[in-house]
């Protein structure tokens, strides 16, 4: 069984300040990590994954996420938070030893950037 | 590219009628297509994977007579919930894989579905 765990439900951070969205995982295999970000009565957008390889992984809108193996941890970063980066951010993973598609998703961070 | 359309964004309808949501994939062929039912400040729930050609696979305690999926072509699957209630209300948001990425969906806009 694989399982995501995202301990907050809310990060509030000012704007140009650092944030970090924690997320913790469970997976029996490698596991292959996905953030994905929902602004309001949408669906989600794809900011980035990781598979294999580094460590650190970049994706849109200047977000970064770093694959903490020993920590099972997959946390999403910014140095520079922006007001436009206020939305639901959803940490999702996949068990790489499956052969089938299935996202695992966590309940959802919502992050609230003040000017 | 990888875009996937939802149809309608909105739909109010009445307790004991059905309604339909498509999923659309505009630039690329799916095989494989995902219906999630997303509860208010909750996270997304696998409602179903829907093959194309073939009969979707449903998640556990997800009734396939309630939630009707047909994925009759490669570029649509289409979600019937039949004799909607007020419990079915819900936000549905599907995904497609695109082919040769199987570690990448593409997500829907959503439907924003309310049973009166």
């Known amino acids: 069984a694989q399982s995501v765990a995202q301990p907050e439900d809310q990060v509030n951070v000012a704007e140009g300040n650092p944030l970090t969205v924690k997320c913790t995982y469970s997976?029996?295999?490698?596991?292959?990590l996905f953030w994905y970000v929902q602004y309001p009565n949408r669906g989600l957008q794809f900011l980035l994954k990781y598979i294999t390889g580094d460590n650190l992984v970049k994706g849109s809108y200047g977000f970064e996420a770093e694959f903490n193996k020993s920590q099972t941890s997959f946390h999403l970063k910014k140095p520079s938070a922006l007001v436009s980066d206020s939305a639901l951010y959803f940490c999702?993973?996949?068990?790489?030893?499956?052969?089938?598609?299935?996202?695992?998703f966590g309940t959802g961070t919502r992050l609230a950037v003040r000017p | 590219g990888a875009v996937v359309s939802q149809h309608p964004s909105r739909v109010i309808c009445k307790s004991g009628t059905s309604v339909k949501i498509e999923c659309r994939s505009l630039?690329?062929?799916?095989?494989?297509m995902f219906w999630y039912r997303q509860f208010p400040k909750k996270s997304l729930m696998l409602m179903a994977t829907?093959?194309?050609?073939?009969?979707?696979?449903?998640e556990q305690g997800v009734e396939k007579d309630k939630f009707l999926i047909n994925h009759a072509s490669l570029t649509l699957s289409t979600l019937t919930v039949t004799s909607a209630h007020p419990e079915d209300s819900s936000f549905y948001i599907c995904?497609?894989?695109?082919?040769?990425?199987?570690?990448?969906?593409?997500f829907g806009p959503g439907t924003r579905l309310t049973v009166l």
């Open positions: 630039d690329f062929q799916a095989t494989t």
């Open positions: 997976v029996s295999g490698n596991p292959y």
């Open positions: 829907s093959n194309e050609g073939s009969k979707a696979t449903y």
């Open positions: 995904s497609a894989r695109l082919p040769g990425t199987p570690n990448e969906q593409f």
């Open positions: 999702a993973v996949r068990d790489g030893k499956s052969s089938g598609d299935k996202l695992t």
